[in-house]
């Protein structure tokens, strides 16, 4: 057993109870979200992939991939995620390059604008026979 | 060359590269190399589909793709002999490529403007495809020639070890829909430019193996003609 | 609402598991849309909370708190289906290089072609749970983590590939279709694009044993062999039955697993006894009839001491395939260290590499 794996098993089974144990913080960086994963060296970096499906549609993100540059990247993403004609623009971005917020702020960041209703047009009345609104 | 041998011969050229390709299958230095393969596999397959097919009709003899890929000998094959060659490492079958794909891309773009419709369209469809094979070849040499002191010996190794048998691509034929002695300037350049950036030196041209274009092949051809076709001509006329 | 039971295939939307597949989208859509719960708050029981999610039949995300236990569970779970993927692509490729058309070739290609891709989805998926592609490939060429057994037995005919295309693929989407509805949002997501991708490869494989079916005697001959040789191995892939299966009562609760092995067993023998009438052929248990009190086939049930064996190692191919796997990685080394090299040589040179 490498060393390496011996690590990630202890780390597995410790007792991680409210707040994030270790391993689960960098697990977080994970799906869209910084961080290469695990302490291996040997593997070429971990890319996130979004692919804009049609013209008109914003990038979404899709999944992720490893390759050594983005330009391997970038065909391996073609090859990976539009073979069957799902998109007609791929970005690649290196997993490390994203700032994701933090769990632990994810109340501070998302629930003041839960009170905001004003901001949705539901929000608002509109008077009978008013059209176009 | 008639057109029915021209045909022929670039759709052989086109399924034998397939063939080779497809051995790669679970084989790759990474998974995604494994499914980017694949892609190129698929894409000279569909090629060699349109163009036996069409060559099937030029000869009017009533034969489609599959008794002209399952029912030939080795000696009425018409591909060239760079694609029939083993795969050897990744360097070498990239190599392979990326020579074959510096000749079918200028090679595809003169056919997509041809005077005969059937070839035009393959062209239209397929210059498009080698123009990706190509781009994904010149990456993978770039990456072996100027990575480690390991990968740039093999790589040179594998250029010195191919480049012979690309000489054949360009004999003249003013008769052929595309005389491919026209195309050589162009795979030249592409060559050229490339090798520089890998670090990698072209190889003097001496030898010049060829006959594959009249039906004589290396000794490899017949071994892989043997596995493609064992199971279709075990059971003649049968559907599959 | 999902959880209680199958649709029969007919009444899903849009027809049969693809449409199950798509109705499994449109639940994690809806769920997502139902209610807006964000991590949990610093002075909230995080346990609680975990369970308040499960039990909304909301998405466990990568970011949130969950046990260690049901993270180990999802890793074991998603690696072991993704090394499936992989070491499924040789028994079928063992045979794209023979295939009898350009047609099937081409077929064939496409669509071990996909089971790459697919292990790829998954491994980006296990990956979220704090594991490394690295170490996950690691664990498997050491043997330490397990692929579907099916994976050990060979292809010795061409009619094998339509076999596995029915039955091995029809058992695996009847696995993985419920899968879609796991709790854990990015295995789900993988697991939608899976299955909607894997439905050709069930039909393929029906369609090639088809056209065996209905073609000259020894095309016939070889497809009711290879039927009677996969029947019992795909009644496997299952899983033990319930009563010795450890893991299922855990992942029920957690809804990673969502229906028992002999729920899904008997699901799948109910939906192939048509289809092997259809095809002209017999599937090899004489003691299949249909028991009109369970509404539901009896079938003679495979031979789990053999399942054991063959998971233990001691299958027809499992050395042969692990050797196969080895050799890949190893020959592919020095083409993975020359592909860092020079992205390490041009980010020194501060040029940029991006297209």
Redesign the interface.
């Known amino acids: 057993m490498s060393e390496r794996t011996e690590r990630s098993e202890g780390r597995e089974g410790m007792p991680s109870r409210h707040g994030m144990s270790e391993r689960t913080e960098r697990s977080e960086g994970r799906e869209g979200m910084p961080g290469r994963l695990g302490m291996s060296s040997s593997s070429s970096p971990l890319w996130e992939v979004f692919v804009r499906a049609r013209r008109g549609l914003s990038h979404t993100h899709v999944g992720s991939l490893h390759a050594p540059d983005a330009e391997l990247a970038l065909r391996n993403a073609r090859d990976l995620y539009t073979r069957r004609q799902e998109g007609v623009s791929i970005w690649v971005v290196p997993a490390s390059a994203i700032t994701a917020s933090s769990p632990d702020e994810k109340d501070a960041f998302f629930d003041p604008a839960a009170d905001k209703v004003y901001r949705h047009p539901t929000f608002y009345e509109v008077p009978e026979g008013a059209a176009h609104l | 060359m008639s057109r029915f041998d021209f045909t022929l011969a670039v759709g052989d050229d086109a399924?034998i590269a397939?063939?080779r390709l497809?051995?790669w299958?679970?084989?790759?230095?990474?998974?995604?190399?494994?499914?980017?393969l694949?892609?190129i596999?698929?894409d000279q397959?569909?090629a060699?589909?349109l163009l036996?097919t069409y060559a099937g009709e030029l000869e009017g003899a009533g034969r489609d793709?599959?008794d002209l890929?399952?029912l030939r000998d080795d000696r009425e094959f018409r591909n060239c002999l760079l694609v029939e060659l083993p795969n050897g490492?990744?360097?070498v079958t990239m190599a392979k490529l990326f020579f074959l794909a510096a000749y079918q891309v200028p090679l595809y773009s003169a056919l997509a403007g041809c005077a005969d419709e059937r070839l035009a369209a393959v062209g239209a469809k397929a210059r498009k495809e080698s123009a990706y094979h190509l781009?994904?070849a010149a990456?993978w040499v770039?990456?072996?020639g100027?990575?480690?002191e390991?990968?740039h010996r093999?790589m040179q190794d594998a250029v010195d070890q191919v480049w012979p048998y690309v000489h054949e691509l360009f004999a003249p034929d003013p008769a052929a829909p595309v005389d491919p002695s026209t195309l050589r300037a162009d795979f030249d350049a592409t060559v050229s430019a490339v090798l520089d950036e890998a670090t990698l030196t072209r190889p003097e041209t001496g030898w010049a193996p060829g006959g594959g274009r009249d039906g004589l092949h290396t000794e490899h051809l017949s071994y892989l003609l043997a596995?493609?076709q064992?199971?279709?001509r075990a059971?003649p006329?049968?559907?599959? | 609402m999902y959880g209680n039971d199958f649709a029969p295939p007919e009444d899903a939307p849009g027809g049969g598991l693809l449409g199950e597949v798509e109705a499994a989208e449109a639940a994690l859509r809806e769920a997502a849309a139902r209610a807006r719960r964000g991590g949990a708050a610093p002075d909230e029981d995080v346990e609680a909370y975990f369970a308040d999610v499960i039990n909304a039949d909301q998405k466990i995300e990568p970011r949130d708190w969950m046990p260690e236990a049901y993270r180990r569970t999802l890793i074991r779970q998603i690696a072991q289906h993704a090394h499936s993927e992989i070491i499924g692509m040789q028994p079928e490729g063992n045979w794209i290089s023979r295939a009898p058309s350009l047609k099937r070739k081409a077929i064939l290609l496409a669509k071990v072609q996909d089971e790459a891709g697919h292990g790829l989805y998954l491994y980006a998926a296990a990956e979220t749970l704090g594991i490394s592609r690295d170490e996950l490939v690691e664990l498997l060429l050491d043997g330490r983590q397990k692929y579907s057994s099916i994976f050990n037995y060979p292809t010795l005919t061409w009619a094998d590939v339509g076999a596995i295309g029915w039955l091995v693929d029809g058992a695996a989407i009847v696995n993985q279709v419920p899968l879609c509805r796991c709790s854990y949002g990015p295995y789900a997501r993988a697991m939608i694009r899976v299955c909607k991708e894997e439905s050709f490869h069930q039909r393929q494989g029906y369609e090639i044993l088809h056209t065996l079916a209905h073609g000259t005697p020894a095309q016939k001959a070889m497809a009711q062999d290879s039927v009677d040789r996969w029947w019992y191995p795909s009644l496997a892939m299952f899983g033990p039955p319930d009563g010795d299966s450890t893991h299922s009562a855990q992942s029920m609760a957690w809804k990673i697993k969502r229906f028992s092995n002999d729920e899904l067993r008997q699901r799948f023998v109910d939906m192939c006894v048509g289809q092997a009438e259809v095809l002209g052929l017999t599937l090899p248990d004489p003691d299949l009839r249909w028991n009109d009190e369970r509404q539901a086939y009896d079938y003679t049930q495979p031979d789990y001491a053999e399942l054991m064996r063959v998971i233990k190692g001691d299958g027809p191919c499992n050395r042969e395939r692990m050797a196969h796997r080895r050799k890949a990685h190893a020959d592919g080394a020095w083409v993975r260290e020359a592909a860092a090299a020079y992205a390490a040589k041009r980010a020194e040179r501060k040029e940029p590499v991006a297209a």
Do not use: C
């Not at chain 2, 006329?237 to 599959?240: L, Y």
């Open positions: 399924l397939a063939q497809g051995e299958t679970s084989r790759a230095p990474e998974m995604e190399e494994d499914i980017a694949a892609n596999a698929l397959l569909g060699a589909r036996l793709e599959d890929a399952y490492d990744f360097g781009d994904h990456l770039k990456r072996l100027d990575g480690t390991e990968s093999r596995e493609m064992v199971l279709h059971h006329g049968a559907s599959w």
